[in-house]
C-alpha cells in the first residue's frame, strides 16, 4: 500500500473536488440537516458541566505529556500488554502494519474478519489489503456497512455515512442483502435488517480487527467506546481479536482515562456517556478471545510529532466536533476532501501524515478552511487547528517552485511595493479595475488573475487612493 494511504489516490485538489459537491443540492440537505442536528445537541450536553474548560485543559495537558513522553509510555504500555498475555507488533507504516494483520488472519485460518469501526485500519487501507489476500472484511458499524456495501468512501469521522439519506440507505441494502425485497425506508426496518446480516457474521468469524479509542500505559488495557453494540460483539465472541492502534492514543493512567470519558462523547455523539464503553487488559482464560495481538502504527506520526507547531493534531480524540462546526464541511462533505480524515482535522493531519507538500492533493487541503476559528472552539482537546492551518499553508508555499505563478506573482508586487513612484502608478492603474465590477465585486479577470476570481470574488477598487486624497486634501 506505500508509506501512507492517509488521502485516497488520484483525489483532485480540494477546489475541484469541492465544485462538484457544492453542485449536488441533495448532498447539501443532507449535510446540513445532519450536522445542524449534532451540533445542536452537543451544544446542550456541554452546557450541562459547568467545569467544561477545566475538562479541555486537563484533556490537552494530558495528551501534550504523552505526546513529550511518548518513547517512555509506549514501552511501558507494551510491558503491560505482554504482561497480561497479549502480543504487540510494532508498525513504521502502512505496508507493515497490513502484512502483520493480513498475516495473523491467516494464521488463525479466516477467510473472513469482522471489524469495529476504525479510523487507524481506514488510514492503512486495511480492508484492500485483505481483500487483496482473499480475505473478506465485513464492517459492522452500521453507518460504515452502509458505506462498504455501498461501495462508497466515507465522509465523516462519526458517521461516515452522514452523507446518504435514509431512502439511499434502502436501496444499498435492497441491492445487497438478501430477504431485503420488501424492505421500506423506516429507520427500525433498516437497523433491523442490518443486525439480522450481522449476527450471522458475529457467530461465524474467527478473527475481529478493532481499532482503539485509548491505551492505558499502566495496564496495557485497550478502550473502544461505541453505541451499537457490535463492538461489544466483535470483541467478545471470535477466538483471536487484533487491535489496530496509533502510537500516540495513549494515557498515562485510569485517572487519566477519567478525563477523555467526559470529554469525548458529549463531543461526538452528543451523549453524556457512551451506551458501549469496553475495556480489555490481555487475554482472560475462558473468557472473550484466547488470542490478543496490539498492532502499535506510527505511520508518520513520528514526523509530525517533530513539527513544533503541527504536533498538537496528534491529540485528536477523534471526535469529529469540529466537522460539524465547519462552515465549509458542512457545505462541501468529507469525500471532497479525498481523505480518510475529512474537515477541519484532516486539513490538518492528512498533509502531516502524509509528509509530502510537493503533492497538489495534499497541498491544497490547509486551504480548505475559513479560518473562522469555530473548530478550536468546539476542540475538547484544544486543537489551534487555524493556527496549525497557517502553519501548513506556509509549508505548501515553500515546496511551490519559485517559478510557479503565485510566486512570480508575489515577485512582482514585491518589486512594485518596494519604489514609491511604481506603488502610486500600480495605485491608479488598480483603480482603473473599477470598469470590470459589477455590484461592488470583481467577479472574473483574465489570467493569471482569474486563479482568484474562479473562487472567489475580489472587492472594487476604491475611486481615490489614500495617498491620493491626502495629497488632494493635505496637500
Not at 493480513?102 to 473472513?112: F, I, K, M, N, Y
Not at 473548530?375 to 502553519?391: A, G, Q
Not at 473599477?434 to 455590484?439: F, K, P
Amino acid at each position: 500500500m506505500g508509506r501512507n494511504p492517509v488521502t485516497w489516490l488520484g483525489s483532485p485538489a480540494f477546489p475541484t473536488a469541492a465544485r462538484t459537491a457544492l453542485a449536488d443540492d441533495q448532498l447539501r440537505r443532507n449535510l446540513k440537516h445532519a450536522t445542524g442536528l449534532i451540533r445542536n445537541k452537543r451544544a446542550g450536553v456541554v452546557a450541562e458541566l459547568p467545569d467544561w474548560e477545566q475538562l479541555r485543559l486537563s484533556g490537552e495537558a494530558i495528551k501534550d505529556d504523552v505526546l513529550a513522553h511518548l518513547d517512555t509510555y509506549l514501552l511501558q504500555f507494551e510491558e503491560s500488554v505482554k504482561a497480561r498475555g497479549g502480543v504487540v507488533h510494532w508498525a513504521a507504516d502502512a505496508a507493515e502494519a497490513n502484512e502483520i494483520v493480513v498475516r495473523l488472519a491467516r494464521e488463525a485460518g479466516a477467510d473472513e474478519v469482522v471489524k469495529i469501526k476504525s479510523m487507524a485500519t481506514m488510514e492503512i487501507g486495511l480492508n484492500e489489503a485483505l481483500e487483496a489476500d482473499g480475505i473478506t472484511p465485513i464492517e459492522t458499524d452500521l453507518a460504515e456497512l452502509i458505506v462498504q456495501l455501498g461501495n462508497d468512501r466515507p465522509s465523516h469521522i462519526l458517521v461516515p455515512a452522514i452523507h446518504k439519506n435514509r431512502t439511499e440507505i434502502r436501496d444499498i441494502f435492497k441491492a445487497t442483502m438478501p430477504d431485503t425485497a420488501d424492505l421500506t425506508d423506516e429507520p427500525v426496518e433498516l437497523a433491523a435488517a442490518a443486525r439480522a446480516f450481522l449476527r450471522r457474521k458475529f457467530l461465524s468469524a474467527k478473527v475481529a480487527v478493532s481499532g482503539a479509542n485509548f491505551g492505558v500505559a499502566e495496564t496495557g488495557s485497550v478502550v473502544i467506546v461505541e453505541s451499537e453494540g457490535n463492538g461489544r460483539m466483535c470483541l467478545t465472541l471470535p477466538d483471536t481479536l487484533i487491535s489496530v492502534m496509533g502510537i500516540e492514543k495513549l494515557v498515562p493512567t485510569w485517572q487519566d482515562l477519567e478525563v477523555f470519558l467526559q470529554l469525548l462523547p458529549r463531543s461526538s455523539t452528543a451523549e453524556r456517556m457512551n451506551p458501549y464503553t469496553s475495556i480489555w487488559s490481555g487475554v482472560t482464560p475462558g473468557d472473550g478471545p484466547q488470542n490478543f495481538h496490539l498492532v502499535l502504527v506510527d505511520n508518520g506520526r513520528t514526523d509530525t510529532l517533530a513539527s513544533t507547531v503541527g504536533r498538537q493534531a496528534l491529540r485528536c480524540i477523534r471526535c469529529s466536533a469540529c466537522l460539524n462546526v465547519c462552515p465549509v464541511y458542512e457545505r462541501t462533505g468529507g469525500q471532497a476532501y479525498g481523505s480518510v480524515y475529512p474537515g477541519p482535522i484532516g486539513a490538518i493531519l492528512a498533509p502531516q501524515l502524509g509528509g509530502d507538500m510537493h503533492d497538489k492533493h495534499a497541498a491544497s487541503l490547509p486551504y480548505a478552511s475559513s479560518l473562522c476559528g469555530a473548530c478550536f472552539e468546539v476542540c475538547p482537546v484544544r486543537i489551534d487547528i487555524p493556527s496549525v492551518l497557517v502553519h501548513l499553508r506556509s509549508e505548501a508555499v515553500a515546496a511551490k517552485s519559485s517559478f510557479s505563478p503565485e510566486a512570480i506573482g508575489m515577485a512582482a508586487m514585491a518589486w512594485v511595493m518596494a519604489g514609491p513612484r511604481r506603488f502610486h502608478v500600480a495605485q491608479r492603474l488598480a483603480t482603473a479595475g473599477r470598469l470590470l465590477a459589477r455590484g461592488g465585486k470583481i467577479r472574473k479577470l483574465p489570467f493569471p488573475g482569474s486563479k482568484w476570481t474562479d473562487s472567489r470574488d475580489l472587492p472594487a477598487p476604491a475611486k481615490e487612493s489614500f495617498s491620493a486624497w491626502w495629497k488632494r486634501t493635505r496637500g
